[in-house]
């Protein structure tokens, strides 16, 4: 029963669908996890069961071979003995002859008994034969789902991985990503906008200060020249004066 029970876990396990059992799995990696433990353990049992089977095989072959050699064994005593009772016969000594008989009788006896011990082994190596082979097959099978289980998960874990590291690559960039006007950099851009034209506007304010000097000279100047022309005026005007007094 244990044999059956683990031969039917095996065919199971063998005929399960890995791709199906993943789309349905809340998490496939817990779940892949899960399964490659079950097969491991499965197949940990399932080849002792096979090695306990082979072994069981190997005795049942091992006395079948000695009950066939037993039987050609017998086979040819009895030959002998009856070869000899033959002689005996011949030679008119009858007692001698009856009992080289009765020892091939019995040797003939020992004989069908180790041919029958064979034959009813027979069935048994035959069945047992059957069942190693239908193990080793399922076990064969069950050792390739299990290098598909874990291919599966290795590269589930890696494009998990991946998608992850993909994931920080993007959030990275989002966070520098000049066009974002809320980005840190962005934000950064503008103060250095804003100084710029700070900078610009004081360029501006002291050029404009300083054209208002100029210009203040300017004006002074043109005020000097006035005082001046209007001072000759006034020094001609006196001179008239003085001269026509005369």
Not at 56 to 74: C, I, P, Q, T, Y
Not at 88 to 110: I, P
Request: glycine share 4%; net charge negative.
């Amino acid at each position: 029963m244990a044999k059956q029970s683990i031969f039917g876990r095996i065919a199971q396990l063998a005929k399960a669908n890995i791709n199906a059992l993943i789309d349905q799995a809340e998490d496939p990696q817990l779940m892949l996890d899960q399964l490659v433990r079950d097969y491991t353990s499965n197949i940990a049992d399932a080849e002792s069961a096979i090695a306990q089977t082979i072994g069981n095989l190997r005795l049942l072959e091992e006395d079948h071979r000695e009950d066939v050699a037993a039987a050609e064994d017998w086979g040819r005593k009895a030959l002998a003995a009856s070869n000899k009772a033959d002689e005996f016969r011949a030679a008119g000594n009858t007692t001698d002859a009856d009992k080289f008989d009765a020892l091939a009788k019995v040797a003939l006896q020992r004989q069908l008994q180790s041919e029958n011990e064979a034959k009813s082994a027979e069935p048994s190596i035959a069945q047992q034969t059957e069942s190693v082979e239908k193990l080793k097959s399922g076990l064969n099978a069950m050792k390739e789902k299990l290098n598909q289980l874990v291919a599966k998960r290795d590269s589930l874990v890696a494009r998990a991985k991946t998608a992850e590291a993909q994931g920080k690559v993007q959030d990275a960039l989002k966070n520098i990503n000049v066009l974002d006007p809320t980005s840190d950099l962005s934000r950064f851009e503008d103060r250095i906008r804003r100084e710029e034209a700070r900078v610009r506007g004081q360029e501006e304010l002291n050029n404009s200060s300083l054209d208002a000097q100029f210009e203040s000279l300017q004006d002074l100047g043109e005020l000097t020249e006035v005082d001046a022309r209007l001072a000759e005026l006034k020094a001609k005007s006196a001179s008239r004066a003085v001269t026509s007094g005369e």
